[in-house]
């Protein structure tokens, strides 16, 4: 499986962006950019996923560099129920739809 | 979104007890289910891979007659731990899945395995 590499650990204050990076230069042209987050003591959350082009939902922000070697999670105005583990995964389309889950980044929220 | 639920959520038992986990995919049929263990303050890991009406997948080291594992339809897959023990004792979590790689997979909210 193509690995990712994030920070281990972030921390941010309440109400403001917060950037998470994950850097995967091993990236193929059919993987797919995943990002789950896991609460204490709670099964991982479905964040956001992208292939090639920037992506927006009601949760956060995908912003997938043009050459697919990086990419970045944005939360565009934490909150403290956003403090979490979160986790880049690659996942191929058309092969292993298995989920490697690596130490993600753990991300606090400082009232 | 989708819902995935588990059951039950924490199992406190004696050495030597088996153990059924249940995971249900309440409004969507899944193609694929997964099986994860988690243990404190690391990530998780995959178990196995569960497909509707076909032997699991497991990963290398994960003992396929300790945990049993039974897809029998689209919507329910179980996990049993078989004569467990105290180094069994741990987080599992399930997820369900349907089409390719590009679709995300949805989590349960985990069952808390204590073995005494």
């Known amino acids: ?111 | 979104g989708a819902v995935v639920s588990q059951h039950p959520s924490r199992v406190i038992c004696k050495s030597g007890t088996s153990v059924k986990i249940e995971c249900r995919s309440l409004d969507f049929q899944a193609t694929t289910m997964f099986w994860y263990r988690q243990f404190p303050k690391q990530s998780l890991m995959l178990m196995a891979t569960s497909n509707e009406g076909s032997k699991a997948t497991y990963e290398q080291g994960v003992e396929k007659d300790k945990f049993l594992i039974n897809h029998a339809s689209l919507t329910l897959s179980t996990l049993t731990v078989t004569s467990a023990h105290p180094e069994d004792s741990s987080f599992y979590i399930c997820s369900a899945y349907r089409g390719t790689g590009g679709q995300p997979q949805h989590f349960g909210d985990g069952t808390r395995l204590s073995i005494l």
Not at chain 1, 33 to 52: A, F
């Open chain 1, 1 to 111: 499986d193509a690995k990712t590499t994030q920070p281990n650990s972030m921390e941010s204050n309440e109400e403001e962006p917060v950037h998470l990076p994950c850097n995967h230069s091993t990236i193929s042209g059919t993987d797919y950019i995943h990002w789950y987050r896991q609460l204490p003591s709670q099964g991982p959350e479905y964040v956001i996923h992208g292939l090639t082009s920037n992506v927006n939902n009601r949760m956060a922000s995908l912003a997938i560099a043009e050459d697919r070697k990086s990419s970045t999670l944005i939360l565009h105005r934490a909150t403290l129920r956003d403090a979490a583990v979160y986790y880049c995964i690659l996942r191929d389309n058309f092969g292993n739809e298995k989920l490697t889950f690596g130490t993600g980044t753990r991300l606090t929220i400082i009232p």
